[in-house]
C-alpha cells in the first residue's frame, strides 16, 4: 500500500541519548516534511526538504537535524535527547512544496 | 506575522446537528487552504483543499469549506454530523509561491458528539 511508513510507532528513550525516526515514502513526492504535535500547540514544523538533497529549518528546530540522500527517505535526529522532545512526531510528503501534504501515523517518543 | 487561527478548541454537538467548524488566516496573499481530520492516535487526513475557482469546495465525508477572501475565513461545515466525526480538526495554509512551502496549522478544534 503506498503512502508513508513511520518507525519506531513508539520509543521510551532517556535524557542525552540519541534516536533517529525514520520516514520513508513510496509516492515519489518530492517535498518532505517532519512536524512535532503537542497537546494545545497544534502541530509545528521541525524541518522540510522540498527535493532530494536540500533540507531547511521550520519552526523549531533546535535540537533535531535531518538528511534528505535521496527522494523517499527523510530520518529525523535527535543528537541528544531531552525531555521536552517528548512530542508525537508526523513525517509527511508531498507531491512538491505549495501543494496538500500526506501523514504518517506517527512516533509516539517519550524522553525521560 | 502569517498564522492560523481556530478560535474554537473545543465544540460540543448533537448527532444530526450542523457543525461549522471556524478558521481564519492572517497572510498578505490568498494562500492555499486545507482542512485535515485527525482521529485518535492516528495521522492527519486530508478533508478537502482549496486553491482557486469556486469558493464551495466539497470534500470527503460530507463536509464542505467556504474560501471568504473579505473575511480571511475558510470555515468548515457539515449539514449532520455522525458520531463517527468525532475527532480533531485541523485548518491549515501554505503561501502560494512560497520558497519555503509548508503548511502552517491552526491549534485545532476538538469535536464532540453528542447521541
Known amino acids: 500500500i503506498a503512502g508513508i511508513t513511520q518507525a519506531p510507532t513508539s520509543q521510551i528513550l532517556a535524557a542525552g541519548r540519541r534516536m533517529t525516526l525514520r520516514c520513508t515514502q513510496d509516492m515519489r513526492h518530492n517535498a518532505m516534511y517532519w512536524y512535532r504535535q503537542d497537546l494545545g500547540l497544534g502541530l509545528r514544523l521541525i524541518h522540510y526538504?522540498?527535493?532530494?538533497?536540500?533540507?531547511g529549518k521550520g519552526e523549531v528546530p533546535d535540537g533535531y537535524s535531518v538528511s534528505r540522500a535521496n527522494t523517499d527517505d527523510f530520518p529525523l535526529t535527535l543528537a541528544s535527547a531531552v525531555p521536552s522532545q517528548t512530542s508525537v512526531y508526523f513525517c509527511?510528503?508531498?507531491?512538491?512544496?505549495?501543494?496538500?501534504?500526506?501523514f504518517g501515523q506517527g512516533t509516539r517518543l517519550t524522553v525521560v | 506575522a502569517q498564522s492560523v487561527t481556530q478560535p474554537d478548541i473545543h465544540i460540543t454537538v448533537s448527532e444530526g446537528a450542523s457543525l461549522e467548524l471556524r478558521c481564519n488566516y492572517s497572510?498578505?496573499?490568498?494562500?492555499?487552504l486545507f482542512w485535515y481530520v485527525q482521529s485518535p492516535g492516528q495521522g492527519l487526513q486530508l478533508l478537502l483543499k482549496?486553491?482557486?475557482?469556486?469558493?464551495l469546495v466539497q470534500g470527503i465525508k460530507g463536509f464542505e469549506a467556504e474560501f471568504k477572501r473579505s473575511q480571511s475565513s475558510f470555515n468548515l461545515r457539515k449539514p449532520s454530523v455522525h458520531w463517527s466525526d468525532a475527532a480533531e480538526y485541523f485548518c491549515?495554509?501554505?503561501?502560494?509561491?512560497?520558497?519555503?512551502?509548508?503548511?502552517?496549522f491552526g491549534k485545532g478544534t476538538k469535536l464532540s458528539v453528542k447521541p
Open positions: 509527511a510528503s508531498s507531491v512538491q512544496a505549495n501543494t496538500e501534504a500526506f
Open positions: 497572510y498578505g496573499a490568498t494562500p492555499y
Open positions: 526538504s522540498n527535493t532530494a538533497g536540500t533540507t
Open positions: 482549496y486553491f482557486s475557482g469556486d469558493t
Open positions: 491549515a495554509v501554505v503561501l502560494y509561491g512560497g520558497s519555503q512551502g509548508n503548511l502552517i
